[in-house]
């Protein structure tokens, strides 16, 4: 599974994030596929943001919940976070990453990672 996050890099306050997170090597719908959105401020640890799985349903974080989403579009094998009303307080390294399980043990995959400033 490999991992490409995009996204503007610079935002102003109140605004719209939109972030895309490209998906190859691997189908975003195969059955115990999980993919996630964490994120990491400066000097903070990593936090989660909520994920969506293989069925399509989603799991969001219930502090980010009233103003993210998010979703994907299957044909082009891409998952895509949503945030509105940004602060200052969102400036992260934003990670798309990946979960994938059998019966035993899950494996991990990391994007590497897309700056977001929240600046006027």
């Known amino acids: 599974v490999q991992l490409q996050e995009s996204g503007p890099g610079l935002v102003k306050p109140s605004q719209t994030l939109s972030l895309t997170c490209t998906v190859s090597v691997g189908s975003i719908t195969t059955n115990y596929y999980y993919w996630n959105w964490i994120r990491q401020p400066p000097g903070k640890g990593l936090e989660w943001m909520g994920t969506?799985?293989?069925?399509?349903?989603?799991y969001l974080s219930p502090s980010l919940k009233s103003r993210t989403s998010i979703s994907r579009d299957n044909a082009k094998n891409t998952v895509w976070l949503q945030m509105n009303s940004l602060e200052p307080e969102d400036t992260a390294v934003y990670y798309c990453h990946a979960e994938v399980w059998d019966l035993y043990s899950g494996t991990y995959y990391w994007g590497q990672g897309t700056q977001v400033t929240v600046s006027s």
């Open positions: 969506i799985a293989y069925s399509g349903v989603t």
